[in-house]
């Protein structure tokens, strides 16, 4: 399913591998420490090498690693793009400040895209693996922060892109899409 915005800027949900879709920009599904994890987050690394974590240790040794809520830049190694933003979103918990965190993180990682003049980006479904965000809570917050971001910014990008690896999660997603633009 796609979606085109008055100001021509695409929203595009589809199935599949987010390491296999060429974009200049792929989000990850990142965890605080910037240590490597398992879903999205270990699928991005054993694609994209061995180079991805050797800057996310130089950011660790830095910053200590990555709030939740935002993301940290590095390039991609060998994956089908220009940069990796590893965003960190929350651990559900049923507090209200998980949405906060949640639409920060996509925020975060479009804030990224604009500084680097990123035409298309990618994101996972951020939080709904092992993070246990109920899936139909968080799909209308990603799906609209990233949609409000594409209708009402100055931003350079033209086409954001979820990668979503089931079919139950890309209905999910769907399903917001579909109820947003009706409004
Ligand atoms: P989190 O810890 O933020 O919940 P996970 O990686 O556990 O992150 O899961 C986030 C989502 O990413 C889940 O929907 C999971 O199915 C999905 N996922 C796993 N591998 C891939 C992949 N290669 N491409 C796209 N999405 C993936």
Redesign the pocket.
């Known amino acids: 399913m796609q979606y085109e915005f008055t100001n021509g800027r695409i929203l595009h949900l589809v199935q599949g591998?987010?390491?296999q879709v060429p974009v200049d920009a792929i989000s990850n599904?990142a965890n605080a420490a910037l240590r490597g994890?398992?879903?999205?987050?270990g699928?991005i690394h054993r694609a994209g090498g061995e180079a991805i974590m050797a800057e996310l240790d130089v950011i660790r040794a830095e910053q200590g690693g990555c709030p939740t809520g935002s993301a940290v830049a590095t390039t991609a190694g060998r994956l089908p793009a220009t940069y990796v933003f590893h965003a960190v979103?929350p651990i559900y918990s049923g507090a209200k400040r998980d949405a906060e965190m949640l639409a920060s993180c996509y925020r975060r990682c479009l804030e990224l895209a604009d500084e680097r003049q990123v035409k298309r980006i990618s994101f996972?479904?951020?939080?709904?693996?092992?993070?246990g965000y109920p899936l139909d809570e968080a799909a209308p917050i990603a799906v609209g922060t990233v949609a409000d971001w594409l209708a009402n910014r100055e931003t350079s990008v033209e086409e954001a892109i979820f990668?979503?690896?089931?079919r139950r999660?890309l209905e999910a997603y769907e399903r917001a899409l579909k109820a947003r633009v009706r409004n």
């Open positions: 591998d987010i390491t599904a994890g398992g879903g999205v987050d699928a979103g996972p479904s951020i939080s709904t693996g092992v993070y990668v979503l690896f089931d999660t």
